[in-house]
């Protein structure tokens, strides 16, 4: 149980153009799902939290026109990196959790996006 | 102002042996701790959890010890096998408050050797 998809897992792309990520639930419903980006041999570092039906809550100095998180569903959040830059470049790991705190949280595989 | 400091960046043990992780952290506020396993190019997996109210909590081969008053976590692995070798790190949250957000450290590379 508790397994969570992400799609693509690997996407090239050219600067300036946008990509979507998405994170499913596969066997629960996940109210809460969190976006982390990792760099190379670094930490997970919290982008922002998705809440079904609400805005996302995004960290300090995360741009939020820059990335577009909707959770439109209960097993299903999608985040957008919009006119991508190869600054942009890294590994994105989305997680979800059943409840909004409290309970642990269950990872995505990660998507690599390469940005040219 | 990282919360949660993991110090050593790798460790190597012989398979067999025990491993031990540590975690140090710097919220007294903290009351949920994790500890994730992690390969190149994966997603974090779920290893063990504790609760600020225990100070050990045992699953098969791993155990984690939290010292409150130290602001201390290990991870304690044994007996140490070869597909152990991953980045583990641990994590903290404040559990009811902050919508569940978790604060990871760096990680701890370790190395089984055969």
């Known amino acids: 149980g508790a397994v969570v998809s992400q799609h693509p897992s690997r996407v090239i792309c050219k600067s300036g153009t946008s990509v979507k990520i998405e994170c499913r639930s596969l066997?629960?419903?996940?109210?809460?799902m969190f976006w982390y980006r990792q760099f190379p041999k670094k930490s997970l570092m919290l982008m922002a939290t998705s809440n079904e039906g609400s805005k996302a809550t995004y960290e300090q100095g995360v741009e939020k026109d820059k990335f577009l998180i909707n959770h439109a569903s209960l097993t299903l959040s999608t985040l957008t990196v919009t006119s991508a830059h190869p600054e942009d470049s890294s590994f994105y790991i989305c997680?979800?959790?059943?409840?909004?705190?409290?309970?642990?949280?269950?990872f995505g595989p990660g998507t690599r996006l390469l940005v040219l | 102002d990282q919360q949660v400091k993991q110090n050593s960046p790798s460790l190597s043990v012989q398979e067999g042996r025990i491993s031990i992780l540590n975690c140090d952290y710097t919220?007294?506020?903290?009351?949920?701790f994790l500890w994730y396993k992690k390969y190149p190019a994966e997603g974090p997996t779920f290893l063990i959890s504790?609760?600020?109210?225990?100070d050990k909590n045992e699953d098969g081969r791993f155990t984690v010890f939290l010292n409150k008053s130290a602001k201390h976590l290990s991870l304690h692995i044994v007996p140490s096998q070869p597909g152990d070798s991953a980045v583990y790190f641990c994590?903290?949250?404040?559990?009811?408050?902050?919508?569940?957000?978790?604060?990871f450290g760096q990680g701890t590379e370790l190395s089984v050797k055969p």
């Open positions: 994590a903290a949250s404040v559990r009811y408050n902050q919508g569940g957000k978790l604060i």
């Open positions: 066997d629960f419903q996940a109210t809460t």
């Open positions: 997680s979800a959790s059943t409840g909004g705190s409290g309970e642990t949280q269950y």
């Open positions: 504790i609760s600020s109210i225990k």
């Open positions: 919220n007294s506020m903290f009351d949920y």
